[in-house]
């Protein structure tokens, strides 16, 4: 990752974290939860809520991204072994990931909620 993207993935991510702090009404914070061997973007306190943000755009600016999608798969059956009530993906920069994503294997996803957010008007959409 380039560092113009990581500076703009960190900006994404604490913009998601607050947002979504705001939405649960309780602090989100990067964190663990029992049983799963992943640091997670925003977690709850009392591991109730657990989410990742993704930022992620397509290649070249169109073609499928199947390493991406690896990586989505990945954190989606992640958040899955969680004992979270609610558990959700975020995602950034380019919609059509998400959604390509969700074409092919929305039917495979147990209890994970995928949000876009538009960072410009602050404002999330649920896809999933």
């Not at 990945?74 to 993906?89: D, P, R």
């Not at 294997?105 to 410009?120: A, I, M, P, Q, T």
């Amino acid at each position: 990752m380039e560092m113009s993207e990581a500076a703009d993935f960190q900006k994404f991510e604490d913009c998601a974290r607050e947002i979504f702090s705001r939405q649960f009404g309780m602090h989100l914070k990067s964190g663990y939860v029992q049983g799963v061997p992943k640091k997670f973007d925003m977690v709850s306190s009392d591991g109730r809520i657990v989410g990742d943000a993704k930022y992620l755009t397509m290649v070249r600016g169109k073609a499928i991204p199947p390493a991406k999608f690896s990586v989505i798969a990945e954190h989606v059956w992640l958040l899955e072994k969680t004992t979270a009530i609610h558990k959700f993906i975020v995602f950034g920069n380019d919609r059509r990931v998400p959604e390509e994503w969700l074409k092919r294997y929305s039917h495979l996803v147990g209890g994970v909620e995928f949000y876009f957010l538009d960072e410009r008007n602050r404002k999330i959409e649920r896809l999933k």
